[in-house]
Each structure stands twice: as structure tokens, then as C-alpha cells.
């Protein structure tokens, strides 16, 4: 829902009448118009996938990554400003190596996500600095299991077993939301600023209406190895032909198979991915 | 020669530690000397000292420094505590004790001996001598400490080791893996009490303090409750009895 602040959007430090800071909310939109990355948390690790829209043809494949490892145990897919998420990729290595050498262990996936928020949250707060334009997953595997974290603009950062940012979040959180069972517990909410769609979610979750018909697959049962290739169908399927160009699928995984080290997923995965995510479209084509 | 006495001079634990981890948790030990020169400035002081509630540091060397170390730690683990929202483990505690050492060589003079239990690795035992090495031990044994007592006349410079040396030997024959903990203290009790005996910079009473997951025991075993060594024996047979007692000599 787009509403223009007039007169009180020029500030990120101040409020409009009705309690909202429209630059944030300018900032979230810089990140729905970016190319959609997807994380889930399986069984044994997490996948993150990234719908890399390729701006020119004369582009290298594999260059501009968008997926960063930020420590031996964790990886972090950015979207929106890719200079925006340069700098939070930077300083999420800085804290999580600070945290090492002063604690002796690799930082927790949960610590690592409340600094990276905290610091996306100091950039809303004075004046002299602009949001970050972007929106981080953050897949990690420490001593308490594997764990996914979305950072936004504005600085909340929540714990998902799914997560879907840019433009395609909305048709690839259905098939998500689908994919996932919502256990009783977790802290599971999708566009936390919208109290009344987080509400309608869960009342149907917890009806059953939504897990009931289109349940397709349990994350909670899943390997890693065929998570990557629901993400990959996912993102070949939210992708959008006629409005987008072409598009690389950059995907990595942190998960016991990979010995809880964050790296790009192996090549013949990958293509194996593509492949089964291709012949899924053309299923669905001809349906 | 001289008995001059420096009651300001730095106070040094000539000390037994000891840490040990059986199957389950770890027992840390520790005697109750605090020495100035050749005076016992504190006949029952406490050298197990509380990080956490499931981490506890045996400290030895200069008393000053290890407790102004132990305060740091305690509140940098006190701060990571209520950030991470668990109890911290016992690995980061070494880690910052360590640290603390290490930048601070130049200045201190302590070693310590960290040991705790949490729940993912169980019971632990760190050392982390004199320039600030951290090693992970199933059992560890008091660290040297030499207090240089530039005040007091006769004595320059005690002797390196502590009581602590005294027990190497012992431990190679008596420690084993997989203890019980009642097993585990009675080596630590033991092994205490074999360095009073020998060690003159150790004395007291016998501390310990046992961490697992059901929490934290302190035992106290004052010298009557201990094990006599050797010399210490009753006489049995001795010719000084069969002689009769000598009548005293009166002038």
C-alpha cells in the first residue's frame, strides 16, 4: 500500500501524523524493486538463492555476487542498492571477526543478526544519514543449529524459516509459506509492518485452510540438497519474462553436507537445480 | 638473619591449584595460604573464585592481580551473559581471561586455572599460565608463580613452582579418564594435601568446588579431615617409646 507523505518524507527524523517515517518506508521500496532472493532453513542447513538480473549483456556470468560469506558459518544474500549491501556485507564481517577474537568462538547466528540490525537501524535515526537501501538474509549454522534471519531498512530483524525479499517476494512467500509447516513457537511473521496481513496468515495457518490443499513440501523434512532445488523452481518461477530480462541464479548453502561452512552450492548441483527448475516451468507451461 | 618483616609487601598465593574433569563436570581445588614473604597473611583465604554460575577460576600468583582479572572477567561475562541470553561458555570466560593476561603480560603476574561445565561441551578445564597461554586440559595443575619481594632482605626471588610441582609425578600415576566425581575429588583432596605437605608456600585448609550440570558444591576439609603423608605419621614402634619418655630436667 503506497501512500505519499507529503512534507513529512523529507527526514528520516521525522514522523507523519499517523506515527510513520515515510523515508523507511521509501528505503523498503528500493528493495521491492530488486531482483527476488529467497532463503529457507532445512533440516540440516540453510540455501539462499538470489534472482540476479543481468543489467548487461556484456557482463561476466558469475561476476557481481550478490552472496557473501561472512564467516566460516554463515552467508549473506543482499538486495536492493548493491553499494548499500556492500557496506553491510563489510561491516558484518568486521563484527563477526571482532566477536571472535574477543569471545574465541564463531559469533551466533542470533548475535550476528541483532548487530547487523542494529547497525541498519543506527542509519535511521540521525538526520545526516540515509537508510540503507537494502534488505539482508542472513543464513548461518552454529552450535545451536542452522538459523535464518532477515534484516530490513528499518532495522527489525526476525528469525524465519522462510524468507523472500524484491520482487517477486510475494508469489514466492506463497509458495514458501506453503513449504514450510508453522510450528507453534517460532517467531514467524512476513511484512511485520502490516499487523492486519500478518494477522490474516496465521488465523489461516492455524485454520489449516492455508497448510491444508497446497502443502506442497515440509522444510522441517527437507535436506539441504533438495532445498536447493525448490529454490531454484521457485525463483525460475517468480521470475518474470516480460517485465525483466534475463537473469543468473546465484545460489549458496551452509549445511552439514558442506561440513556447516557457508559456500556457493557445488556446479553440478546447480546445474542439476536449473535443469529441474526449467523442466518444472515447462510443466507448468503446459498445463 | 634478619627478621624484618614487610606487612606491604605484595601478597603472593604460594599456592596449590588444581583443576580435573571427570565424567560429568570437573572438580577444582585449591589450598588457603596467602603469603607476604614468610608471613601467611591469610591462613584460610579462598582462591576459588566465581565467573559464572557455571564457571569458577582457581587463582594464583600475585592475589591483587588475579582478583582484579577475575573482576574484569566477571563483568565482560556478566555483560555477554545478557547479551547472548544463555549462560556464556566456559571456553569464551578462558578466552577472556587469556586475553586479559596475554595484553597485559608486561604488568601481571598470576595464573589461573578456569573450569566449568556448559551444555555444549560438558565439563572443561582451561590453563592459562603466567604469559597468557590458553590450553585445554582433561586436568590441570596450579601454575608457577615467583613473587619477586623486592622489600623483604633475605629473600630475593622464591623459588619457581609452587606446590603445584610437587604433584606432576603424582597425577601421571593417579588421574584417570572417566572418573566419578566422588572419585575426582578425592584425587583433587589428595593431591592438595600431598603438596602442603611438601610445599612450604602452601598451607591451610583444602577448598574445592565441584561444576556439572545439576550446579555448583563447595566443600571445605580443614586439616584434621586430610590424610597424613609420611613424616606426618604417628610413630608405630619407635625406639623413643620402648626407651620410656626422658624425665624432664629440673635446675
Known amino acids: 500500500m503506497s501512500s505519499i507523505g507529503t512534507g513529512y518524507d523529507l527526514s528520516v527524523t521525522t514522523f507523519s501524523p499517523d506515527g510513520r517515517v515515510f523515508q523507511i518506508e521509501y528505503a523498503a521500496k528500493a528493495v521491492d524493486n530488486s531482483g527476488t532472493v529467497i532463503g529457507i532453513k532445512c533440516k540440516d542447513g540453510i540455501v539462499l538463492g538470489v534472482e540476479k538480473l543481468i543489467a548487461s549483456k556484456m557482463m561476466l556470468p558469475g561476476s557481481n555476487r550478490r552472496i557473501h560469506s561472512v564467516h566460516r558459518h554463515s552467508g549473506m544474500a543482499v538486495a536492493g542498492l548493491a553499494a548499500d549491501g556492500r557496506q553491510i556485507v563489510a561491516r558484518t564481517k568486521s563484527e563477526a571477526t571482532n566477536y571472535d577474537s574477543v569471545y ?5 547466528v542470533k548475535e550476528l543478526a541483532e548487530r547487523v540490525a542494529s547497525y541498519v537501524h543506527l542509519c535511521t535515526l540521525y538526520w545526516w544519514l540515509r537508510p540503507f537501501g537494502c534488505g539482508v538474509i542472513l543464513g548461518g549454522y552454529d552450535r545451536d543449529g542452522p538459523q535464518l534471519y532477515m534484516v530490513e531498512p528499518s532495522g527489525v530483524s526476525y528469525r524465519y524459516f522462510g524468507a523472500a525479499i524484491g520482487k517477486g517476494r510475494q508469489a514466492a512467500k506463497t509458495e514458501v509459506i506453503l513449504l514450510s ?22 488465523s489461516l495457518c492455524s485454520l489449516g485452510v492455508w497448510g491444508g490443499e497446497i502443502e506442497k513440501l515440509k522444510l522441517t523434512d527437507m535436506t539441504c540438497r533438495q532445498g536447493v ?32 561452512q557457508h559456500q556457493k552450492v557445488p556446479d553440478e548441483l546447480l546445474e542439476e537445480a536449473k535443469a529441474a527448475a526449467k523442466a518444472a516451468l515447462e510443466e507448468m507451461d503446459a498445463d | 638473619m634478619d627478621q624484618k618483616m614487610d606487612f606491604n609487601a605484595p601478597h603472593s598465593m604460594g599456592t596449590t591449584i588444581i583443576g580435573v574433569t571427570y565424567n560429568g563436570g570437573v572438580v577444582l581445588g585449591a589450598d588457603s595460604r596467602t603469603s607476604t614473604g614468610v608471613y601467611v597473611a591469610n591462613r584460610a583465604s579462598d582462591k576459588i573464585t566465581q565467573l559464572t554460575d557455571n564457571v569458577y577460576v582457581c587463582r594464583s600468583g600475585s592475589a591483587a592481580d588475579s582478583q582484579v582479572v577475575s573482576d574484569y572477567v566477571r563483568y565482560f561475562l556478566h555483560q555477554h551473559t545478557i547479551q547472548l541470553g544463555q549462560p556464556a561458555t566456559v571456553k569464551v570466560a578462558a578466552n577472556l581471561v587469556r586475553l586479559l593476561s596475554y595484553n597485559n603480560k608486561n604488568f601481571l603476574e598470576t595464573g589461573l586455572i578456569v573450569g566449568g561445565w556448559d551444555k555444549y561441551e560438558g565439563g572443561q578445564i582451561y590453563g592459562v599460565p603466567l604469559g597468557g597461554t590458553i590450553v585445554q586440559q582433561p586436568f590441570a595443575i596450579g601454575e608457577m608463580e615467583d613473587e619477586i619481594l623486592k622489600n623483604h632482605c633475605s629473600i630475593e626471588h622464591c623459588f619457581p613452582g609452587s606446590g603445584s610441582s610437587y604433584l606432576y609425578g603424582f597425577f601421571d600415576q593417579a588421574w584417570k579418564e572417566g572418573m566419578t566425581k566422588d572419585e575426582a575429588e578425592d584425587l583433587v583432596k589428595k593431591a592438595v ?13 583444602v577448598r574445592t568446588v565441584i561444576i556439572n550440570s545439576e550446579g555448583v558444591t563447595r566443600n571445605f576439609y580443614p586439616g584434621d579431615q586430610l590424610p597424613l603423608w609420611h613424616e606426618e605419621l604417628e610413630p608405630q614402634n619407635s625406639l623413643l617409646d620402648i626407651l620410656g619418655a626422658p624425665e624432664p630436667m629440673n635446675i
Open chain 1, 181 to 202: 509447516i508453522s510450528i507453534v513457537g517460532f517467531l514467524l511473521a512476513f511484512r511485520p509492518g502490516r499487523l492486519d496481513q500478518c494477522m490474516r496468515i496465521l
Open chain 1, 229 to 260: 532445488i525448490e529454490v531454484a523452481k521457485i525463483i525460475y518461477g517468480v521470475h518474470d519474462e516480460a517485465k525483466d530480462k534475463d537473469f543468473e541464479l546465484e545460489m549458496s548453502w551452509v549445511c552439514d553436507e558442506s561440513n556447516r
Open chain 1, 104 to 108: 574465541g568462538e564463531p559469533i551466533p
Open chain 2, 193 to 205: 594435601s600431598l603438596a602442603i605437605a611438601r610445599d612450604g608456600a602452601s598451607g591451610g585448609v
